[in-house]
């Protein structure tokens, strides 16, 4: 997730820089620029992925694998975005120096923004293992709420990333703090949590598919730089592509070497199996 983020962002940056918009457009953005636009873009969303896997009742190990995979990637694109856009504001390149500039600010904003929250969640399971609030439920989950969302504020305090932090936040708590809740104060948490997401994830499709109606009816479709967006989808399918195939083939090989040398198999039955690699993915990702 982490390096396919950032392949996908470098290829739509590295495709639009280049890219002929025309003689007539006067839209002509730097390369910083486009890097944001990459990483903005490059996120993956698998909601309509993870809801047929859902309705078709799919091995629950190949889910989760789908939704562990899409957290880190949004994750990544997060901080990715965040890094980017603050070089942009501040009118800084990628060239020479600034590179290892750029990898420190995002490898601090990441590795800072999961430690938090990974100390959020410790320190919430800790206080409600501790304190035992089992007979108020209603201050046990106003507490619960409180504490989830607080490392956002602190996160956003220390210029970190309050989405990542409360995102490692959840998934340490789910582990470590709902076990210490009572189990109708759990059952309300799990109802609640639910009800937020799905009722922000509908807002925000429904505003996404809104604004395009909206941005035709004020009739700034003129400012539209058609060049732009045509070259934008085409750079989003080849970074993908970039993003998905060639890692696939990587993983799935040294897969296959390890099989191998398990089960003691000639190298070159090993460098065979390797060559397909990309077409037999299912087969040897999916668990039997």
Known sequence: AILGTMVSTLVVALILNYAPMGATQKFEPDFMELLTFGSLISATDPVSTLAVFQAKQVDP???????????????????????????????????????????????????????????????????????????????ELSLFFLVMYLPFFVAE?????????????????RRYATCNLSPETEETVDSLF??????????????????????????????????????????????RALNIYPLKSLYNGLLLIHSCNCSSKPAATTAAAAAGAAADDDDTIIPE
């Open 61 to 139: 190990q190949l889910f989760y694998l789908v939704f562990g995979e899409s957290v880190l990637n949004d994750a990544v694109g997060l901080v990715l975005f965040k890094t980017c856009s603050k070089f942009f504001v501040n009118g800084n390149s990628i060239q020479g120096a600034d590179i290892g500039a750029f990898c420190l600010e995002f490898s601090s904003i990441f590795v800072g923004s999961m430690v938090l929250g990974f100390a959020a969640g410790l320190l919430a399971a800790y206080g409600l293992k501790v304190v035992d609030m089992r007979h108020t439920p209603l201050l």
């Open 157 to 173: 305090l220390w210029d970190l990333s309050g989405i990542v932090t409360i995102l490692f936040t959840g998934i340490f708590a």
């Open 194 to 239: 639910r009800f937020a997401a799905h009722l922000a994830e509908t807002s925000i499709f429904l505003e996404l598919g809104l604004s395009v109606f909206g941005f035709f009816a004020n009739g700034t479709e003129s400012h539209v730089q058609w060049s732009f967006v045509g070259w934008a989808l085409l750079a989003c399918l080849v970074g």
